[in-house]
């Protein structure tokens, strides 16, 4: 069955060695190879998965590619893709905890990378026009997008604005319910596997890293890495620029606090921690990936193998959550969705995705020199307008357009 999806997955794959700027850009670039090149979607259903996935916690870039699995064969081609999608990202950070004690740190300021963020306005701004085309057809949707793009803008790194807009905005679509009646519906039953198996492991995992801390078991540290790793991916909403501060506090700050009464603490050195953060935004996939680096890190006193299971556990614990969640809510949205309350809010959430989305290009780009004159401007500007107009005009496919940007700043 797996073999006639497997031009998805290569398309998958592609998209994992190639996707990077972050979880704006990655949908950005899924626009662009799962809908435009290849329709393994539609237009209205990558944004609907993008509006439904940012309502939850988890790794929202990794969760939608897992819901277009899933449309396209079920359970086991999304549970493929996932692995496809995070394996380069993960192999990377975790040979990274191995490496980092034979790099100078210093000089890891990659210049290969640096006009990634130039090309990630270009698709920000192409996958922007393209939904706002779609979805921006009426007065109440140009106030949302309005409102939409100036909390995004402003509040960009609180946790909650995204859920909070996302909610916000599908009630604001509810307040007239002339345009689409309630119809009859049959109700479906709810299958509870996946959010039982997501409960269990977290209360389990808690109940068991608390244990083993007040009774200081010996090896205890893969214990309480996987409750710690966990607990995180299950509550973070925000993306990975939450994560990250988090997990330094979690993993660096913390342990410096308690090392004296409790030795045996999971802990992971400042400065490596913050070479971790700096690097994981440079690499294509999911910026989720830096649990593989933190679980290294974390074990790496234990010697080769012990390192290499801090990988798999951090690499684990950070994505199994998010796969849990949208896997147990896609199927309720799904007839949730039936019901005239929840049709009327896609309009408010697709209308404010693309304020998030224009937001988000805003936001990076005001950290990208532009109009200062110099020689890398003109460069940025370029980028940022190859990128747009090879998007928007053209056939080329991501990868190539991410390709000659690091060759680009490789070669100047």
């Known amino acids: 069955m797996l073999?006639?999806?497997?031009?998805?997955?290569?398309?998958?794959?592609?998209?994992?060695?190639?996707?990077?700027?972050?979880?704006?850009?990655?949908?950005?670039?899924m626009l662009k190879t799962f809908v435009k090149q290849t329709p393994y979607v539609s237009e209205d259903e990558l944004m609907e998965y993008n509006g439904f996935c940012s309502l939850l916690p988890g790794a929202s870039s990794t969760q939608v590619l897992t819901m277009i699995g899933y449309k396209?064969?079920?359970?086991?081609?999304?549970?493929?893709?996932?692995?496809?999608?995070?394996?380069?990202?993960?192999l990377l950070m975790?040979?990274?905890?191995?490496?980092?004690?034979y790099l100078d740190t210093k000089s890891l300021n990659i210049n290969v990378f640096r006009f990634i963020p130039a090309m990630a306005i270009g698709f920000l701004a192409y996958a922007s026009l393209t939904v706002f085309q779609k979805a921006i057809?009426?007065?109440?949707?140009?106030a949302i997008m309005l409102m939409c793009l100036c909390a995004t803008y402003f509040f960009f790194h609180f946790p909650g604005i995204f859920p909070a807009l996302i909610v916000l905005s599908g009630l604001i679509t509810n307040l007239s319910?002339?345009?689409i009646p309630q119809r009859e519906i049959k109700p479906r039953k709810i299958k509870w596997g996946n959010i039982w198996l997501f409960a269990f492991l977290?209360?389990?995992?808690?109940?068991?890293?608390e244990t083993a801390r007040k009774g200081d078991w010996p090896n205890r540290k893969p214990i309480n890495l996987f409750e710690n790793t966990y607990r995180m991916g299950s509550l973070v909403f925000g993306g990975g620029h939450v994560?990250?501060?988090?997990?330094?506090?979690?993993?660096?700050?913390?342990?410096?606090?308690?090392?004296?009464?409790?030795?045996?603490?999971?802990?992971?050195?400042?400065?490596?921690?913050?070479?971790?953060i700096g690097m994981v935004r440079a690499m294509p996939g999911p910026v989720f990936a830096i649990g593989s680096f933190t679980g290294g890190m974390a074990l790496k006193g234990g010697g080769f193998w012990m390192q290499l299971l801090g990988c798999i556990i951090g690499s684990v614990a950070i994505f199994l959550p998010s796969m849990l969640l949208v896997l147990f809510f896609y199927p309720i949205w799904n007839n949730l969705k039936k019901y005239a309350a929840v049709y009327r809010?896609?309009?408010?959430?697709?209308a404010a995705v693309v304020g998030i989305m224009i937001a988000a290009t805003l936001f990076i780009a005001k950290d990208v020199t532009m109009f200062d004159g110099r020689f890398n401007s003109a460069i940025n500007l370029a980028v940022i307008g190859l990128t747009f107009l090879a998007l928007r005009f053209t056939k080329v496919i991501s990868p190539i357009i991410v390709i000659c940007c690091l060759l680009l700043g490789y070669l100047l």
């Open 137 to 142: 057809n009426n007065t109440i949707t140009w």
């Open 94 to 101: 975790g040979a990274l905890s191995f490496l980092l004690p």
């Open 177 to 179: 319910r002339k345009r």
């Open 243 to 276: 994560l990250m501060p988090l997990m330094y506090e979690q993993f660096s700050v913390r342990p410096e606090q308690v090392r004296e009464r409790d030795p045996n603490v999971v802990h992971i050195d400042k400065e490596e921690m913050m070479t971790g």
């Open 202 to 209: 977290f209360i389990a995992a808690g109940v068991l890293s």
């Open 72 to 90: 396209r064969g079920g359970i086991w081609l999304s549970i493929f893709t996932l692995l496809i999608w995070i394996t380069p990202a993960c």
């Open 3 to 29: 073999l006639r999806h497997i031009p998805f997955l290569k398309a998958v794959f592609l998209h994992s060695i190639t996707a990077v700027g972050g979880p704006q850009a990655h949908i950005a670039m």
């Open 345 to 350: 809010s896609l309009e408010g959430i697709n």
